[in-house]
């Protein structure tokens, strides 16, 4: 098989990438590498160095014959989303227009697109499902709602995978989002800044658990959209508090101003993938955080051997 992940030097992308040659795949990765961890990426896969928003750029780094295409390729920051909404739409809007094209002439047989749940379902009391209506509060919601449509339009089957948020070791030095920057206060003991009243919730599912979801649903899932998450609601104070029970310690916080599109409560069910897939997650919260701590953390230098 051949597959191809737009944005697989990112921080899910590169894990996806790697899953995929682990198991046999020929898999070619195009990405901008403006963001990438392409060092993580294993060498096994060919890289190409293309922006998905240039259709010209993407119809050259494509590849013949393709038998998927895993579209991770994204501008994922919601504030430069908010910053920057023209370069956004460049890459979040017309970048899967340009992947749909250019896997239609491959003669791709499949197509995965990573959407965001948390971003696409808006504040929600009770679980949001797959039938839930989407209500985006921000840029980057609206964007990916957007090229969802155009995905399910397409001349190809597609899959639609709506993530919550996806956390996991590279991330720490790689990615953005709430672990990470709780990790790097820790390190520089400095104040974890707490966004509002840090009772907003949010998903957080392990990248392993996410990775194996979104193979899961490019081996069976064409035709649908599936949630990818763990199925908890977190507030961003449990995640502190399971954070220094990892950590046995108390972590420093203050609290800052919550931005106008930040998601007050963000709940998804998982339920269609664990029935119709068979998925569900294995990583714990508090073991995730362990191994992103652990990652972070560089190991001791060896003990120099004394001289005779």
């Known amino acids: 098989m051949h597959v191809v992940v737009t944005g697989g030097a990112g921080f899910i992308g590169a894990a996806l990438t790697n899953e995929l040659t682990a198991r046999g795949a020929k898999t070619t990765v195009i990405d901008d590498l403006s963001h990438a961890c392409v060092d993580l990426v294993d060498p096994a896969a060919t890289v190409r160095t293309a922006s998905v928003a240039s259709r010209r750029a993407v119809e050259a780094a494509f590849p013949a014959h393709v038998d998927c295409v895993i579209h991770a390729a994204a501008m994922t920051s919601v504030a430069a989303c908010e910053r920057l909404p023209d370069e956004s739409s460049a890459v979040n809007v017309l970048g899967a227009r340009n992947v749909i094209e250019a896997s239609v002439a491959s003669g791709c047989r499949r197509l995965v697109f990573l959407s965001s749940g948390g971003a696409i379902y808006g504040d929600r009391v009770t679980q949001a499902t797959e039938a839930s209506t989407p209500r985006p509060l921000g840029l980057y919601g609206k964007q990916k709602l957007k090229s969802e449509r155009a995905m399910l339009n397409a001349d190809l089957p597609c899959a639609i995978v709506r993530l919550s948020n996806v956390y996991g070791p590279p991330q720490v030095h790689y990615g953005q989002?709430?672990?990470?920057?709780?990790?790097?206060?820790?390190?520089?003991?400095?104040?974890?800044?707490?966004?509002?009243?840090?009772?907003?919730?949010?998903?957080?599912?392990?990248?392993?658990?996410?990775?194996?979801?979104?193979?899961?649903?490019?081996?069976?899932?064409?035709?649908?959209?599936?949630?990818?998450?763990?199925?908890?609601?977190?507030?961003?104070?449990?995640?502190?508090?399971?954070?220094?029970?990892?950590?046995?310690?108390?972590?420093?916080?203050?609290?800052?101003?919550?931005?106008?599109?930040?998601?007050?409560?963000?709940?998804?069910?998982?339920?269609?993938?664990?029935?119709?897939?068979?998925?569900?997650?294995?990583?714990?919260?508090?073991?995730?955080?362990?191994?992103?701590?652990?990652?972070?953390?560089?190991?001791?230098?060896?003990?120099?051997?004394?001289?005779?």
């Open 177 to 308: 989002g709430v672990v990470p920057a709780l990790i790097a206060a820790t390190n520089a003991r400095a104040p974890f800044t707490v966004n509002g009243t840090g009772r907003q919730t949010r998903d957080f599912v392990y990248v392993d658990d996410a990775v194996a979801a979104i193979l899961d649903v490019m081996d069976r899932g064409a035709g649908h959209v599936w949630n990818v998450c763990s199925g908890a609601s977190t507030s961003v104070l449990d995640l502190l508090r399971t954070f220094e029970a990892v950590v046995d310690r108390p972590v420093p916080f203050t609290f800052g101003a919550l931005h106008r599109w930040d998601v007050d409560f963000s709940k998804m069910s998982n339920a269609k993938a664990k029935n119709i897939l068979g998925w569900h997650p294995n990583i714990s919260l508090s073991t995730g955080l362990k191994r992103c701590i652990e990652y972070a953390v560089p190991p001791p230098p060896p003990p120099q051997k004394k001289r005779p």
